[in-house]
């Protein structure tokens, strides 16, 4: 209550920082592993260094994108959940997106689990599900292009645009030793990918409005911007109510 | 061959410490970027030392502003328009009330009961 009245909460930012550092992570740990199927090795990054940092990433990536998660949860600006944090379009809050981001979530439980059991496993149910964490990293992007609050931050567009051209160029690499069809169909879906990226930002979040169209509950932000008092005080607004946003929320989320 | 299995046992020692030297660097980046830019997000969020209320008028953003930094509650930041506030600003920053308290005009007229 006190919290939902008084502003965002260090949760929020802490949200939003964390999940920022998760898909440099994320995108960290990807670029390894596409490098480490690429059988790339130089000496200044031996097999053995890349394929330990490759696991020691992912496992701090797990764990930044447990706390994003918990945070998320726990912070009552846009109310969301346990039960949306794990099980994809439960969330009144921008439903779509943010299930792209409890997918991603859900992989990547499936990629730590299945890894923790392997000596259970086969390798191959193993190795399916680690290659279905793959597709965690481009859920997350566009997650986090569709969702962030900071989507149209110039410097948050660079650091997504750096994370795509880094996978983007592991996995050239690694289609370089791929035979002539796969690489090319490979190709084709990596710049397929990155186009489609690029033409969603364009016509997704940099557009104003971008936060109705995305699916920000609108009555909650009209309804706590009747809350508030006549003489500019805000009434306390319960748990479950996304407060009025401000002046440069208002514009980020295209409300104004 | 002692010797080889010596070396490759160092080799293995060598490369095993640096993966736990890069992952440390790594770890202590992202905590630090995390830190920092959960800070930056508190300090920067555009308005969010101005609080906009129905009125929209400007206002003290002490416990009643939507979208003011955590820090800033209980804090009673002045909010001017666009600029931030430090928190030790309002301890001089605090303008007098422009108008005085109202006092009561008389004291409460007090009926005896009708019973």
Partial sequence: MLAASSGPSPLWYATRATGVVALVLLTLTVAFGVAGTARYSSASLPRVVRSGLHRNISLLAVAFVAVHVVTTVLDPYAAIGLTSAAIPFTSPYRPFWLSLGTIAFDLLLAVVLTSLLRSRLSYRIWHGV????????????????????????????????????AVAAAVAVRLTLARPGPRAVGLAATGM????????????????????????????????????????????????????????QEARHGLS | MREHLHSASLRRDERLARIRRLSLWITGGAAA????????????LPGHSVATGASGTTRSASGS????????????????????????QHKHGLAKPKQQPVSTPAPPVVSSGGS
């Fill in chain 1, 130 to 165: 680690h290659w279905l964490g793959y597709a965690c990293w481009p859920v997350a992007l566009w997650h986090g292009l569709g969702t962030g609050t900071d989507s149209k931050l110039s410097w948050l567009l660079l650091l997504d645009a750096l994370c795509v051209l």
């Fill in chain 1, 193 to 248: 990918f990155m186009l489609a990226t690029v033409v969603f930002v364009i016509i997704g979040p940099l557009q104003p409005g971008w936060s109705r169209r995305a699916g920000t509950p609108a009555a909650p932000a009209s309804a706590a911007a009747l809350r508030a008092k006549p003489d500019g005080s805000a009434i306390g607004v319960s748990r479950g109510t996304v407060r009025p946003p401000v002046r440069g």
């Fill in chain 2, 33 to 44: 970027a995390s830190l920092g830019l959960g800070t930056a997000f508190a300090h920067a």
């Fill in chain 2, 65 to 88: 502003s939507a979208g003011a930094a955590p820090g800033a509650s209980g804090t009673g930041r002045l909010a001017t328009g666009g600029v931030k506030s430090s928190g030790h």
